[in-house]
């Protein structure tokens, strides 16, 4: 059956002059990271919502947050890519691992370099690394959503072959020739990358709205573990429509045990289900929190 949709072919690029561009992709890690700024300030400037009505931090700290935020997702993501997917080829031609404009990063990774991040930066002004942690996790679906979107319009980390009306054909982008270009045997796939967007990005980011609305970050942990759990829980059933990593050997899967195949991204994921669990379960029985001032 034919795709029934057909992928918009927008260019990779939002400005490009010459060899010089700038990328989607770039502009979704920025307006993640600004937005997620302006988020997490604006929770720290009602103290009613943290415990005993206290912000863990002053608002005008999410600014210091944000620059070691970025630097931790920006090289966890990347260093995660390398030693998680690809460690072998990146091995055997080590100054390759600097060509991030190639694309090449690991949402594993940069969680990973975030929390790290988070710890560093809580320790150095003495705040709670949960709480902190909380905040974060409150505005990091705006980055996955915007990132879902920039892999679709980079027509890349598509779905398997379908039959479904909603199928899509993706073309490969030719830098040299500033086009896509189609062989004339590409199948229709799941966007996958869209199926992420709404889940792991819109939905998670609700959920988490409606959570600290409702008074979850008076309880530490509780978001933070919300968010992990959530996106854990997303991800292993979108691996089931997303294409499996071409550079896995066998079927593509990462792990195989009887009837259980795992992809790598899965592998990666359930470990976040699990702990976002136990965080949650942690966070709930906590001795309820104090009230907050009036």
């Given at each position: 059956?034919?795709?029934?949709?057909n992928?918009p072919?927008?260019?990779?690029?939002?400005?490009?002059?010459?060899?010089?561009?700038?990328?989607?992709?770039?502009?979704?890690y920025?307006?993640?990271?600004?937005?997620?700024?302006?988020?997490v300030?604006?929770?720290?400037?009602?103290?009613k919502?943290?415990p005993?009505g206290a912000?863990p931090m002053?608002p005008?700290?999410?600014?210091?947050?944000?620059?070691?935020?970025?630097?931790?997702?920006?090289?966890?993501?990347?260093?995660?890519?390398?030693?998680?997917?690809k460690?072998?080829e990146?091995l055997?031609?080590p100054w390759?691992?600097?060509?991030?404009?190639e694309?090449?990063m690991?949402?594993?990774g940069?969680?990973?370099g975030?929390?790290?991040?988070?710890?560093?930066?809580a320790?150095?002004?003495?705040?709670?690394?949960?709480s902190?942690?909380?905040?974060?996790?409150?505005a990091?679906?705006?980055?996955?959503?915007?990132?879902?979107?920039?892999n679709?319009?980079?027509a890349?980390?598509?779905?398997?072959?379908?039959?479904?009306?909603?199928?899509?054909?993706?073309?490969?982008?030719?830098?040299?020739?500033?086009?896509?270009?189609?062989?004339?045997?590409?199948?229709?796939r799941?966007?996958?990358?869209?199926?992420?967007a709404?889940?792991?990005g819109?939905?998670?980011?609700?959920?988490?709205?409606?959570?600290w609305?409702?008074?979850?970050?008076r309880?530490?942990?509780?978001c933070?573990?919300?968010?992990?759990?959530g996106?854990?829980?997303?991800?292993?059933f979108v691996?089931?429509?997303r294409?499996?990593?071409?550079?896995?050997?066998?079927?593509g899967?990462a792990?195989?045990?009887?009837?259980l195949k795992?992809?790598?991204?899965?592998?990666?994921?359930l470990?976040?289900l699990?702990?976002?669990?136990?965080?949650?379960?942690?966070a709930?029985?906590?001795p309820?929190?104090a009230?907050?001032?009036a």
């Open positions: 059956m034919l795709a029934q949709l992928f072919e927008w260019s990779p690029y939002l400005l490009r002059l010459g060899g010089f561009g700038v990328r989607w992709y770039a502009l979704a920025i307006a993640g990271l600004l937005i997620g700024w302006r988020y300030s604006a929770l720290m400037n009602r103290p919502l943290w005993g912000a002053a005008q700290r999410a600014e210091d947050l944000l620059l070691a935020m970025a630097l931790g997702v920006i090289l966890g993501g990347r260093l995660g890519f390398v030693l998680l997917y460690p072998g990146y055997a031609a390759t691992i600097l060509k991030t404009w694309g090449g690991s949402f594993h940069g969680l990973i975030a929390v790290l991040a988070i710890w560093i930066f320790r150095r002004i003495k705040a709670s690394p949960l902190l942690g909380d905040a974060v996790a409150c990091t679906p705006i980055g996955i959503f915007f990132g879902r979107l920039a679709f319009v980079n890349e980390l598509y779905g398997r072959e379908t039959s479904a009306s909603w199928g899509m054909k993706f073309p490969l982008w030719d830098d040299a020739r500033n086009m896509w270009i189609y062989r004339g045997d590409e199948v229709a799941h966007p996958s990358q869209l199926y992420e709404g889940l792991e819109l939905l998670l980011g609700l959920i988490l709205l409606f959570a609305r409702s008074g979850a970050l309880r530490p942990g509780l933070a573990g919300i968010f992990l759990a996106y854990g829980a997303a991800r292993l691996e089931n429509f294409q499996m990593d071409y550079f896995m050997p066998g079927e899967y792990l195989i045990l009887g009837p795992l992809t790598m991204g899965q592998v990666y994921s470990p976040m699990l702990i976002g669990l136990g965080l949650v379960v942690f709930l029985r906590r309820p929190p009230s907050a001032s």
